[in-house]
Nanobody
Framework: QVQLVESGGGLVQPGGSLRLSCAAS????????MGWYRQAPGKQRELVAA???????NYSDSVKGRFTISRDNGKNTVYLQMNSLKPEDTAVYFC?????????WGQGTTVTVSS
């Protein structure tokens, strides 16, 4: 069983920054691909950023240049640094981890960008 706990969401003004964290625990004995999706009200869940086991990264076009994903393998934690936030970044952000053919999800953390 794998558990993911996210933190770092909140309310921020346009142009501001937030850093999300996702800590994985449980039956993990290897480094796994991880990443972040988000879901805005009335919209489908979309991939925001992903990071492989050797820290190669991939971003959606909408966040490229503003968001940075990173990981600390010793802590089984992935981070999402979000800069220059826009109102359209408002969403619930979900962390995921791929392990032995399954996807595990966190409970989600809400990011609201508003003045």
């Amino acid at each position: 069983q794998v558990q993911l706990v996210e933190s770092g969401g909140g309310l921020v003004q346009p142009g501001g920054s937030l850093r999300l964290s996702c800590a994985a625990s449980g039956s993990i004995f290897s480094i796994n691909p991880m990443g972040w999706y988000r879901q805005a009200p009335g919209k489908q869940r979309e991939l925001v950023a992903a990071i492989t086991t050797n820290s190669r990264t991939n971003y959606s076009d909408s966040v490229k240049g503003r968001f940075t994903i990173s990981r600390d393998n010793g802590k089984n934690t992935v981070y999402l640094q979000m800069n220059s936030l826009k109102p359209e970044d408002t969403a619930v952000y979900f962390c995921y981890l791929a392990h032995l053919g399954s996807l595990y999800w966190g409970q989600g953390t809400t990011v609201t960008v508003s003045s």
